[in-house]
């Protein structure tokens, strides 16, 4: 299940190169998220995802996707490029995770614990 936190898009003004939130949907899980993501247009994700560890513990990792399909412009690749670094310590995210499709979240889980 996603929190709060979770599943919050991020998207970069070509004219003002303001980075914004795209929405205030939570989403509940990793599917609502994928079938939002658009086909041709980098986002930055902050997610929040809760998972229980190997060892039983809980954990909540705090991480930033950085989805670039293979579809999206080359201008916009090199927008999103620019900004990766800034937002990401902005956020304070513990990780950066690359995705080039919404296939990649349903491994998600994996990542995070660290099995991929």
Request: with cysteine.
């Amino acid at each position: 299940m996603i929190t709060a936190d979770q599943g919050k898009e991020d998207q970069i003004d070509k004219k003002t190169l303001e980075i914004s939130q795209a929405d205030d949907e939570v989403y509940k899980n990793m599917a609502e998220l994928a079938d939002e993501l658009p086909d041709n247009s980098p986002r930055f994700v902050l997610l929040s995802y809760p998972l229980t560890l190997s060892s039983g513990r809980l954990s909540v990792p705090y991480v930033m996707l950085n989805y670039l399909p293979p579809t999206c412009s080359s201008e916009m690749r090199m927008l999103y490029a620019g900004a990766k670094e800034l937002l990401r310590n902005q956020a304070e995210v513990g990780r950066l995770i690359e995705m080039d499709s919404t296939d990649d979240l349903e491994s998600i889980e994996e990542k995070l614990k660290g099995e991929d």
